[in-house]
T-cell receptor, first 109, second 114 residues
């Protein structure tokens, strides 16, 4: 089967670092994607990993371990505007995305 | 360079009616996927179109159908609307790939069923 798990909610303080974990049990995943979604808006692509390891993109980094079925999104120097839902999604070889339910991050001053 | 565009933005229908949602993919993209997102949930895959054909389908009833045109734009049709069809409908476009290319989403159509 295909399943993606991530925490429902997280809180953090402005300027801090937060790590959002994602675990998956599936066959046929070729890439692991992270999207940001503000309330009432569409998901915005943040990063993706096809190979194991860390991908860095400004304040955002994403990590993948295929052998462990594990990924995380790291957000540094948190800003108030980072308050949003963060969606972990697996990309199947068939080019279909399987999403988790999303992690709602609240950043406090 | 225009991104993915969807219309309409909002729509209100009553049970039993039919609805058509439209999507234009990002320039250069040839694959269009449709997703349904209920409140507080992640998007759920409905189906995907490539070369004007439905290439794969998620766990949605036949009331959900679609079409892709030669210019790669796409439509999602839903017949016999139910209250449970109320959701944000997202269109995503990408280059044909094997799950290793990001999909880019439009702003969505928020469908409310009364």
């Amino acid at each position: 089967g295909q399943n993606i798990d991530q925490p429902t909610e997280m809180t953090a303080t402005e300027g801090a670092i937060v790590q959002i974990n994602c675990t998956y049990q599936t066959s046929g995943f070729n890439g692991l994607f992270w999207y940001q979604q503000h309330a009432g808006e569409a998901p915005t692509f943040l990063s993706y990993n096809v190979l194991d390891g860390l991908e860095e993109k400004g304040r955002f980094s994403s990590f993948l371990s295929r052998s462990k079925g594990y990924s995380y999104l790291l957000l540094k120097e948190l800003q108030m505007k980072d308050s949003a839902s963060y969606l972990c999604a697996g990309g199947l070889y068939t080019d279909k995305l399987i999403f988790g339910t999303g992690t709602r991050l609240q950043v406090f001053p | 360079d225009a991104g993915v565009t969807q219309s309409p933005t909002h729509l209100i229908k009553t049970r039993g009616q039919q609805v058509t949602l439209r999507c234009s993919p990002k320039s250069g993209h040839d694959t269009v996927s449709w997703y349904q997102q209920a409140l507080g949930q992640g998007p759920q895959f409905i189906f995907q179109y490539y070369e004007e054909e439905e290439r794969q389908r998620g766990n949605f009833p036949d009331r959900f159908s679609g079409h892709q045109f030669p210019n790669y734009s796409s439509e999602l049709n839903v017949n016999a609307l139910l209250l449970g069809d109320s959701a944000l409908y997202l269109c995503a476009s990408s280059l044909d790939s094997q799950g290793d290319q990001p999909q880019h989403f439009g702003d969505g159509t928020r469908l409310s069923i009364l």
